[in-house]
């Protein structure tokens, strides 16, 4: 049974018999083992799998746990265990009680919500700063939502950034539209899945006897309160406060910091017996991340015997040679390529790390930076697929169309709407059997000055001008062609839409369907768009070899989400699985770049922490936007402790492209591996400035 495999700490956490448990894990020292044993020890008390949540940060850490399970009670129990993240519990538990649920990421609602902003204009206001851009206004409306309880979003925006006091109004305004939309067409985000869900549990009984929450140092508000909806009979939360790294998410460290002030009766459990990181590896995180206060005393022990290597600091005098000497040190090594980790702060570091391996043919796969499903030609394939499954995804319709020349968001959504005008109500009618009695399918914009509304929409177009283009006679007599800023590009992409959804229309198989999509002449002509954009050279021309390459790269995406489409039967399950599962897919093998936040839970032979500079880690610019020198030293706990026998720590004195001059980072002070000299005392000092400023 499980629990014959734990240690004293864990077992006496696995079988509590309070109603409120709080286990501090630090870095390796086996909490999956303690919730899994958790979970035995409530299924041997008489509690029903079913009656069982477990929350966790990935899918797969959830999978993994049940399959563990498994191992002991067999599947046919551990499949009834509710499993997964605050989101797909969420989404499942919606799609349970028959709620419409049309669940969109967030690079598809910035669009949407683009689409919105772009009607404003804040020519009319005089004020000391510029107003925000429509994507940054969106991730400032998300963290919002993740971290404010009670107060609306234009008093919050005044109260936290008073310089755009004069702006408030107008942001309050394209949030409101931006909502009435989502309303309108069913979307959801991930926020509104927890915020339904919340709305769910407060007045529905959920059945369960116990909840467990793994990361709980990662909550934000909103998960906070969710779990206070639900108010289990039984909570039991792990999480490790040294681990906290998602501040910019909204992640709150006060809500595992007051677990005991909530729960008056709360124990709290330590685990100490780290089984992962070598002495010396340990011993390193724990001269570093002492500097954070500690809010729950804690003391590591280490249970690995055997001598170790101690960390390695590799000193470069140029930031390239870094990268290379790092790539000839892993061609060398005899730890194999997927035992080796490269964790990264920054993107640009691991740019300059992928680029070295690959000169020497050395395989690696990248996560954390932009991934496979990150790519906008993987997203163009699987928007063409959501109209497919969903012909009312508008949100779908626009990303598509902003691909077309002269077609911005606020363009392809008037276009949208005017489908569904001649449709009335249906996308594919407006396209395939208009209702030609309406002449003028485009909708009057509303002006409002004050809320920085205005009408630019000139009158209807003639159609004339795509006679020579080659269309059918069915498509010229559609009064979608009459919009008057649609240039023959523009109703080309249309045109191409058109054919391509006549031609899929009826398949039954994903694979198929990605396959016909892939080889449409639209998608050819986004490949081609994308392709031109990333061969652009500084002066405007496009290096051809460089676009060759590019399509390649493009075709072989279109072969590994081929692939991905092969195990499923469903296009909806097909949707759902790359939407809410793609996060935890990686692509390829070999050594594993990772960004910090991709890396958390992972843990490797050989690790390399690189560009260990004062600017790069800590990163200065993201403390100065609402970071802190504690989240940076505990992004640094986090990547050192993911090695298990070698780690090497890295930087650079100087960057010959930026011509600038690089100090040690103030972590490399603390962990003992530079001597503190008067560079380090101006650190202290600076960071002593900005936290009383």
């Known amino acids: 049974m499980p629990l014959s495999r734990l240690n004293k700490e864990q077992y006496q956490a696995a079988t509590s018999n309070n109603k409120q448990n709080l286990i501090i894990a630090s870095a390796g020292t086996g909490k999956t083992s303690t919730i899994v044993g958790r979970i035995g020890y409530l299924l041997q008390n008489s509690i029903k799998p079913e009656e069982i949540l477990l929350l966790t940060f990935t899918n797969k850490a959830a999978a993994e746990m049940v399959a563990r399970v498994a191992e002991y009670f067999g599947n046919a129990i551990a499949s009834k265990i509710e499993a997964g993240t605050f989101h797909a519990v969420s989404y499942r538990w919606l799609k349970k009680q028959n709620h419409r649920v049309v669940l969109k990421q967030q690079r598809e609602l910035k669009t949407l919500f683009r689409s919105v902003f772009e009607k404003r204009s804040f020519h009319n206001i005089e004020a ?34 008073p310089e755009h006091e004069l702006f408030a109004m107008i942001y309050a305004d394209v949030v409101d539209e931006f909502e009435e939309l989502k309303k309108e067409y069913g979307f959801l985000n991930f926020n509104d899945l927890l915020l339904q869900f919340r709305e769910l549990a407060k007045t529905k009984e959920l059945g369960y006897k116990e909840v467990l929450v793994d990361e ?38 006060s809500i595992i910091g007051t677990f005991s002030k909530k729960y008056p009766d709360a124990i709290v459990h330590t685990l100490t017996k780290n089984y992962r990181s070598s ?14 206060e500690r809010i729950y005393p804690k003391k590591l022990e280490v249970t690995r015997t055997n ?18 000497a790092m790539a000839f040190a892993i061609r060398d090594t005899q730890t194999p390529n997927e035992e080796i980790a490269v964790i990264f702060r920054n993107n640009s570091s691991a740019d300059g790390i992928e680029v070295a391996l690959r000169e020497l043919d050395i395989p690696c ?127 080309t992409f249309l045109y191409n839409f058109y054919t391509l959804y006549r031609d899929i229309k009826g398949i039954n198989h994903p694979r ?53 489409s092969i195990p499923y039967n ?124």
Not at 222 to 240: E, H, K, R
Not at 279 to 292: D, E, M, Y
């Open 512 to 564: 198929s369907i990605v396959k016909k999509i892939a080889n449409s002449e639209v998608f050819k002509y986004i490949s081609e768009s994308l392709a031109s954009k990333r061969a652009q050279l500084k002066d405007g021309s496009i290096d051809e070899v460089q676009k060759e390459e590019a399509l390649i790269r493009i075709k072989r995406k279109m072969v590994l989400l081929e692939e991905l």
């Open 307 to 324: 001598s170790a290597q101690a960390p390695k600091l590799l000193a470069f005098d140029e930031l390239f040679d870094q990268y290379h």
């Open 279 to 292: 002495a010396p590896i340990l011993s390193l995180a724990s001269r570093v991340i002492q500097h954070n």
């Open 216 to 253: 709980y140092q990662d909550t934000n508000a909103l998960q906070g309160t969710l779990i206070d909806a639900m108010n289990p009979p039984s909570l039991f939360c792990v999480g490790d406060y040294d681990q906290s790294i998602y501040a910019f998410n909204g992640a709150d460290i």
């Open 570 to 693: 469903e296009h909806e399950r097909f949707l759902n699985a790359m939407i809410l599962g793609s996060s935890d897919l990686t692509q390829g093998e070999g050594v594993n770049l990772l960004s910090i936040h991709a890396s958390k839970g992972l843990e490797y032979k050989e690790v390399y922490v690189v560009d260990l500079m004062d600017g790069r880690f800590p990163n200065r610019k993201l403390m100065q936007r609402g970071g802190s020198l504690d989240e940076e030293r505990r992004l640094f706990y986090v990547a050192v402790t993911r090695a298990k026998d070698v780690l090497y720590l890295s930087y650079a004195k100087y960057d010959k492209i930026k011509k600038i001059n690089f100090v040690p980072s103030q972590f490399l002070y603390e962990a003992g591996l530079v001597p503190k000299d008067e560079q380090y005392k101006k650190l202290v000092m600076k960071d002593s400035q900005d936290e009383l400023s």
């Open 128 to 161: 000391e700063v510029a107003p925000y851009g429509g994507n940054h206004l969106y991730d400032v409306y998300s963290f919002y939502q993740n971290t404010e309880l009670n107060r609306d979003f234009e008093e919050w925006i005044i109260d936290k950034y």
């Open 365 to 491: 796969k990248r996560k954390g930076g932009t991934s496979f499903f990150d790519a906008r030609e993987v997203k163009a394939v699987l928007d063409f697929y959501t109209l497919l499954v969903n012909e009312s995804d508008m949100m779908a319709f626009i990303h598509l169309f902003e691909f077309a020349r002269g077609i911005g968001s606020a363009m392809a959504k008037e276009l949208y709407i005017a489908l569904k005008t001649l449709g009335h109500g249906k996308l594919f009618y407006g396209l395939y059997a208009p209702d030609e009695s309406i002449k003028n399918p485009f909708e009057k914009r509303k002006l409002n000055h004050q809320l920085g509304l205005f009408d630019d929409f000139l009158e209807l177009g003639a159609v004339g001008k795509f006679a020579k283009l080659g269309f059918e006679d069915k498509f010229m007599k559609n009064p979608i062609l009459k919009h008057p800023k649609l240039t023959k590009d523009s109703a």
